[in-house]
């Protein structure tokens, strides 16, 4: 798994300084994300018709009061970020935070090879 020194180290601050350091294809990576979505309550049962019919997205529970357990992955053609964006963006939608993240596919090592380093 990736460390965030060692994507910090890639990218640096700013614009991306290490451009190779981003998949090259969407969906190679194995993004798979988190997301709590705080929907208004009129409108959660057409939010969540939307974000059903994304591809790469999965509805794991919603309560009355507007609250939505998604999780996005990274589909041919489109990265899970921009599927969070687009959730973003649907009408009724207050927020779509970003609570848990992991990705699939990296043979860097891990935090404790980074920091020893």
């Known amino acids: 798994m990736r460390s965030i020194l060692q994507t910090q180290k890639e990218i640096g601050e700013g ?37 059903a019919a994304m591809p790469g997205t999965e509805i794991h529970q919603s309560a009355p009061d507007g609250r939505v357990v998604v999780t996005v992955e990274d589909v041919p053609g489109k990265w899970a970020g921009n599927t969070l964006t687009d959730i973003n963006n649907i009408q009724g939608v207050l927020s779509a935070a970003l609570v848990f993240h992991h990705r699939d596919g990296d043979d860097t090592g891990d935090v404790d090879e980074e920091v020893s380093q």
């Open 15 to 51: 614009p991306i300084s290490n451009p190779s350091a981003l998949p090259t294809e969407v969906g190679t990576e194995g993004n798979i994300c988190g997301v709590l979505v705080h929907v208004r309550p009129e409108r959660l049962a057409q939010v969540m018709a939307e974000m």
